[in-house]
């Protein structure tokens, strides 16, 4: 290897460490939002038969010959540290990207903060507002410490498929901040 080549390569490293310096002190940003798709949702009333997972709507109950509602529980990883150890960031808001395409029911979720010993510490639910083709974004105002709750879950109850289409729980998008 020439000495201008080892030089070249030094410069890189260099460069790509300045850059994964900088990088580390973003993510000790006060405030940040991350997305979690709805394909991490699975059936929690065992009707597995009735979803359909993918990249671009995450779940959606494409099932024409099915009735009423069926439910999904949709854990969410949070970026936490204190996860019930007295942690000191705050989980601000929720975001839930919903398609509720059924003339005949809403789709619905429920936020559940549970803390490490099984109790629940925050619950919330939102309901969309009928039958759309575009997106509807059920927003639950958390603001909720993050040492107090270890566990970060949704459930949603999905209408069947009807002539309007199909109803999918797409994204979930959440803020947090750090002092």
């Known amino acids: 290897m020439f000495k201008s080549q080892k030089f070249l390569i030094v410069g890189v490293a260099a460069a790509l460490l300045a850059g994964i310096q900088s990088q580390a002190s973003a993510i000790t940003a006060t405030s940040f939002d991350w997305e979690t798709p709805g394909s991490v949702c699975m059936p929690s ?18 099932c024409s010959s099915c009735t009423g509602s069926a439910n999904l529980v949709c854990p969410l990883s949070t970026l936490f540290t204190g996860g019930g150890s007295g942690g000191s960031g705050t989980f601000g808001f929720l975001e839930v990207d919903v398609y509720d395409r059924s003339s005949t029911a809403n789709v619905s979720c429920t936020l559940f903060l549970i803390n490490l010993d099984g109790s629940n510490v925050f ?11 575009n997106v509807q974004l059920l927003s639950f105002n958390v603001n909720v410490s993050e040492g107090s709750y270890a566990n970060a879950t949704v459930q949603c109850s999905v ?6 289409g199909v109803s999918h729980v797409a994204n979930f998008i959440t803020s947090a901040s750090t002092p």
């Open 45 to 62: 009333d065992g009707k597995t038969s009735e979803w359909t997972w993918g990249p671009n709507f995450g779940v959606n109950r494409n």
């Open 123 to 133: 619950t919330q639910t939102q309901t969309s507002s009928g039958n759309s083709p």
């Open 159 to 164: 209408p069947a498929a009807t002539s309007s």
